[in-house]
């Protein structure tokens, strides 16, 4: 079993930046995915972006291409999600998510190809 905790949303202008954490606990997560993904009010879940704990590689959406950045600390068993040049689009509930098993070359962009999920935090950019 692996436990995530998000941590680092806000309320930030536009422009600004914000980095999120998700401490994870419980086992190792060489194997793993982790992923963050995001929920706007009426708004369904959609993936931000993904990094493979073996090896460092990221994927990012489109949406946020070039302005998130997404890293891990192997020592903290942590993951990060920098935000840059925030807008107010980017305002929703920020999830952390981690899948066991990442295998080849696919990304996992779906929720429910992850199997465990932090609490989520607010982030809120105001124009």
């Known amino acids: 079993q692996v436990q995530l905790v998000e941590s680092g949303g806000g309320l930030v202008q536009a422009g600004d930046s914000l980095r999120l954490s998700c401490a994870a606990s419980g086992r190792t997560l060489s194997s793993y995915a982790m992923g963050w993904f995001r929920q706007a009010p009426g708004k369904e879940r959609e993936f931000v972006c993904a990094?493979?704990?073996?090896?460092?590689?990221?994927y990012y959406a489109e949406s946020v291409k070039g302005r998130f950045t997404i890293s891990r600390d192997n020592v903290k068993n942590t993951v990060y999600l920098q935000m840059n040049s925030l807008k107010p689009e980017d305002t929703a509930v920020y999830y952390c998510?981690?899948?066991?098993?990442?295998?080849?070359?696919?990304?996992?962009?779906?929720?429910?190809?992850?199997?465990?999920w932090g609490q989520g935090t607010q982030v809120t950019v105001s124009s």
């Open positions: 990094i493979r704990w073996s090896g460092g590689s990221t």
């Open positions: 998510a981690g899948r066991k098993g990442a295998y080849g070359s696919r990304w996992y962009t779906m929720g429910y190809e992850y199997d465990y």
